[in-house]
Every structure is written in structure tokens, then in C-alpha cells.
């Protein structure tokens, strides 16, 4: 997609004091699938981000039998308060223990609360949040709340909150709206009580998937007159913000974290590295010594997801349409090919493009007998789904998010999550990199919201380099990390200043 200039230009950045502080001490369910096909809508109005799944695979919600719907319940945490609604108030101490859990593995967003609470870089500030609520969420809230924020948050999917962290950031005093297992209708109620609330205005929006974004532009256009800026983390959501920037259509700044380079390399790369084996192991308990795995796709998730499988003495082939990419993937040891070359013999496919149609019902009509599908992109859409719902195919719910879909002479497959996204479905994700992401998240934040007036105008705009470089120096400690300083001398032989940023825009890490 086309971007305007200011994509790329983030010189006028400028550190603020607060930042420049040092610190020493950083230091199953199982479930009977319903025989009814058409249980969800194929085609939902909900965007593809707030589709895939994301959740822990030890939650103490998926065992209540309280069928009834949290909009239908008169919930007060201990302080009177009901301004919020969770599934049960009362799961507020395990959620507590989630979060402080989370705490150990998320040192940017502590040393944050460290460095930056006596100014309060975000007194003042009105955030009102959509993204995934999960232990490692409420961290990244309870931050921005200990920085002087005021908070209202919904779920940017309805199946990834943890129904006892949100009951913890209930009992806590901050306004969430979300459940577990929400329908379309719930989904989009939630988003609005988080809005549209007599005597509060948001000054800032942070979004996963730009549902949020996408209501308040539909439905309380006005809003925008007094807010500040979007934070956009996700692919769906800043492929929206281009297509309004593009056409004109942006009303306030917005700060695109999905593309900054501590994301892309630490939330795609390791994170998948590590996440896509967690995934299979738990959903199938499968050997990976000797497997033939198909990757299609050999962007970061795909690197990732083929080093790690490769690591563990799997027979790797890769798909890709970009010449360069592929020929990195030869460089790497793996084998390039086409689909339908390979699909006859191997034991599992993985998809990590964020295309469509990549896996077909011709490609899933040819499989051979227990082969594992799943997706690792960030959209569902990879796996033709759709097509496997036909009355001549049986499906069998094995365990949660693992089905066989079982053809008329015999052969099945393994589906993993219905073709939604496996690691954050049937797994969980390092709590380590989600600091990283929450932390980049926060600093766009309080860059936009105390930016002067004109530095950044009605676009899109890439996280400053300046606190790329900050959010991975606040992880190093955790590694007993020492950085190397340049001397005066070195520093103006290469033309940088000794604090850095240390790379141009254009350096591709």
C-alpha cells in the first residue's frame, strides 16, 4: 500500500526527560462439537482480527456453568462500583494471581511504571481500549492507569478473554466490558458501553484490529474533535488507518506499532519460533522428529515457524511469491516449492501468509490421511474453512479447538482452531514478548498524547526509531545485557549521536 512521507519520517522525535532516567535493578477441556454445522455465521460483519482466537488454554471460565449472559447480571465489585461487566465478578483472585504472574515476565512495562509515575506522562489522558484481555493486557492497563491515565477497555475478539483478569481489572476499579465467548451483538454492546458514557470523553483510542476505531468514526464522529491520537497494533487495523489516510478520511494522528521493528522482529519472529511448537504439542501431542512440514509463507512468522520446526528435525518445505524471500529460504536450507507438489506427502501444513484461499478444497481433498492444517497468519482466512462445510464431510470434536474432518471413504484430517490463528488459540504466547508489544503501546501513547501542537499531522506514523531502540534497552537487563557506548571520537566518524537512534529508517534489522 501506498504511504505518504510521513510514514517515514520520524526526525522530529525528541526524547523526553522522563525517558532519559537510568535504573539499576530492571532486573481442557474437552467438548462435544454441536451437530448443527451453522452454529456461527461464515460471514460475520466483525473484522477478521476480532474472529481469531486468543486464548489461554488454562482458564478457570471455561469450566463455569453459569449459562446466563453478563448483560443479564447486577455485578458490584467490593468498592460499589458496577461500571463494567465480566462474566463473574467473584473470579477476581485468580485473575489477580494471572497478573502478578504476568508482572515477572514484563519488565519494560515495570521499570515504565518506575521511571515514569512521578511525572505522570499521562495525566490528564482518557484512554478508551480495544485489544485482547489477558493477564499480559491488564499489566499494560494497570500501567497506563499508575502513569495518570484514566481507562474504559473492551475485547477486540470474542474468544480470547480471560473471564477472571477481566473480573481482576473490575475489581480493581477499572471499567472493562468483556467475556469470553461473546456473540457479534455482545461484541459491539461492549465496544459502545466503553464509549458512550455520560460525563467522560476519550482523548486517546488504542486499538487492536480497528473496531474501535471503526465505531466511533460510525457512530460518534464528534469524538474526534478532542481526541489526541489512535494506536494501532495490528495488521487489520493499520491496513484500515492507511485506506482512511489515504483517502482523506483520517481526523486525528495515528501511531502504527504494528510495523516497528521491535514488534515485527520480536512478536513475528521469536514469538512464533517458539509458539508454533507449544501449539502442536499441545493440540495433537505429535512427534516432530522426522515429520514433513509444509510453511507457506517466509516472512517473520514463517522464519520463525520454519527454524524451530527444522530445529527439531522436521523435513521443512517452504511456499512464497516473493522472489527475495524465497531466495532467502533457499539460503536457509529449505526447499521451495509449490503446493501442490507436496501436498500428497506431508504430515502437516502451516500457513503464515495473512492471504486468502492459500489452502483450497482441492489442496485439502488431496491430503493424505492425518495430515495436521492449521494457521499461523494473522487472519482466518488462509484455510478455505468454508469450503470443508459441506453435507458429505463429517466433523468430529476431539478436544477444544482440535476437529476431524472426516471424508465419505475415510480419510480425516486434523484442523486446528477452525483455521484461526494456532498459537493464540490453542496455546499461549510468551508472556516476554507481549511486554515488548504493550511497552511500544505505551510510549505511542504518551508520544502522541503530549506531542506539541503540529508535530504530527491528520496521517499515519511509524514508531519513532528513538523509542524502538528505548523499548529494547529497557529488555536487556533481564539478559544482565551490556551495551557498548561509542566515544565522542567514534560517534562523529559514523555521524550519530552517542544516544543514538544508531540506524536510519530505511536499516532493515
Not at 482512511?244 to 506499532?257: E, H
Not at 478444497?361 to 469450503?387: P, W, Y
Request: proline fraction near 4%.
Amino acid at each position: 500500500m501506498e504511504r505518504s512521507e510521513s510514514t517515514q519520517d520520524t526526525t522530529a522525535f525528541n526524547m523526553p526527560d522522563w525517558m532519559q532516567i537510568q535504573f539499576a535493578d530492571q532486573k481442557r477441556e474437552f467438548n462435544k462439537r454441536p451437530t448443527k454445522i451453522g452454529r456461527r455465521s461464515l460471514s460475520r460483519s466483525i473484522s477478521q482480527s476480532s474472529t481469531d482466537s486468543y486464548s489461554s488454554a488454562a482458564s478457570y471460565t471455561d469450566s463455569s456453568d453459569d449459562e446466563t449472559s453478563p448483560r443479564d447480571k447486577q455485578q458490584k465489585n467490593s468498592k460499589g462500583s458496577s461500571d463494567f461487566c465480566v462474566k463473574n465478578i467473584k473470579q477476581a483472585e485468580f485473575g489477580r494471581r494471572e497478573i502478578e504472574i504476568a508482572e515477572q515476565e514484563m519488565p519494560a512495562l515495570m521499570a515504565l511504571r518506575k521511571r515514569a509515575q512521578g511525572e505522570k506522562p499521562l495525566a490528564g489522558a482518557k484512554i478508551v481500549g480495544c485489544t485482547h484481555i489477558t493477564a499480559q493486557t491488564a499489566v499494560l492497563i494497570e500501567t497506563l492507569g499508575a502513569l495518570g491515565a484514566q481507562c474504559r477497555w473492551a475485547a477486540c475478539n470474542i474468544y480470547s478473554t480471560l473471564n477472571e483478569v477481566a473480573a481482576a481489572l473490575a475489581e480493581s476499579g477499572f471499567p472493562v466490558f468483556s467475556w469470553k465467548g461473546e456473540s457479534e451483538d455482545d461484541f459491539w454492546w461492549c465496544i459502545d458501553r466503553c464509549v458512550n458514557v455520560e460525563g467522560w470523553q476519550p482523548n486517546m483510542i488504542l486499538d487492536d484490529g480497528g473496531d474501535l476505531t471503526h465505531w466511533i468514526y460510525k457512530k460518534y464522529p464528534n469524538m474526534f474533535k478532542k481526541i489526541k491520537g489512535i494506536v494501532e497494533e495490528s495488521v487489520t487495523g493499520v491496513h484500515r488507518l492507511y485506506q482512511l489516510s489515504k483517502a482523506g478520511k483520517l481526523c486525528v494522528p495515528a501511531m502504527n506499532v504494528n510495523d516497528s521493528v521491535t514488534k515485527q522482529k520480536f512478536d513475528n519472529l521469536y514469538c512464533c519460533r517458539e509458539s508454533i511448537l507449544d501449539g502442536l504439542k499441545r493440540t495433537t501431542d505429535m512427534m516432530f522428529g522426522g515429520k514433513q512440514v509444509v510453511v507457506c509463507g517466509y516472512g517473520e512468522v514463517g522464519k520463525g515457524c520454519c527454524a524451530a520446526l527444522k530445529a527439531m528435525g522436521s523435513i521443512v518445505y517452504v511456499t512464497e511469491i516473493d522472489p527475495i524471500c524465497a531466495l532467502q529460504a533457499c539460503m536457509d536450507g529449505f526447499r521451495l516449492v509449490k503446493l501442490n507438489e507436496v501436498i500428497r506427502q506431508v504430515d502437516i501444513v502451516i500457513t503464515c501468509t495473512g492471504n486468502k484461499n492459500v489452502v483450497t478444497r482441492e489442496h485439502l481433498d488431496r491430503m493424505k490421511n492425518g495430515c495436521i492444517v492449521c494457521n499461523m497468519g494473522h487472519s482466518n482466512t488462509e484455510i478455505d474453512v468454508a469450503s470443508l462445510r459441506t453435507p458429505e464431510l463429517t466433523w468430529e470434536r476431539v478436544r477444544s479447538q482440535v476437529d476431524h474432518v472426516i471424508w465419505p471413504d475415510g480419510k480425516r484430517i486434523v484442523l486446528l482452531a477452525e483455521g484461526r490463528l494456532l498459537n493464540l488459540s490453542c496455546s499461549t504466547v510468551p508472556t516476554f514478548v507481549l511486554s515488548i508489544t504493550a511497552t511500544t503501546q505505551a510510549l505511542a501513547l504518551i508520544e502522541l498524547y503530549n506531542a506539541p501542537e503540529g508535530r504530527y499531522k491528520q496521517d499515519v506514523y511509524l514508531l519513532p526509531k528513538k523509542m524502538d531502540e528505548y523499548v529494547a534497552s529497557l529488555h536487556l537487563p533481564t539478559f544482565d545485557a551490556h551495551l557498548t557506548e561509542l566515544s565522542d571520537e567514534q560517534a562523529k566518524y559514523l555521524g550519530l549521536n552517542k544516544n543514538g537512534p544508531f540506524k536510519p529508517n530505511y536499516y532493515r534489522y
